[in-house]
C-alpha cells in the first residue's frame, strides 16, 4: 500500500517521518515537492543560478591560476590546524 500525505507546515516532516518509520513493514518515507528537480536539486535553483552566470561581468572573474592558488591557499591553512 502507498500512501501520500500533504503537509501545509514543512516543520511537521520531522515528526510524521519518525512516527512512519517506527510502524512495522514501512519501507521508505521520503519528500516529494511540487518542485520539478535535476539531481535532487528544484530545477528553479537551476535556472536562478543560470541568471545570475548571465549577469556576472568580466571584472567579477579569476583567472584559473588564481582561482588554484586560492584553493592551495585554503589547503594548507586547512592542514595546519591539526
Known sequence: ???NIELENSEDFVFIKQLLEKIKG???VSVES???MIEGV???VYEEIAKYGKSLKES???SKDEFFEFIDEEIYK???QK
Request: avoid cysteine; charged fraction near 15%; glycine fraction near 6%.
Open 34 to 36: 511540487g518542485y520539478e
Open 60 to 62: 567579477d572573474m579569476i
Open 42 to 44: 528544484p530545477a528553479h
Open 26 to 28: 514501512v519501507k521508505s
Open 78 to 80: 586547512l592542514n595546519s
Open 1 to 3: 500500500m502507498i500512501v
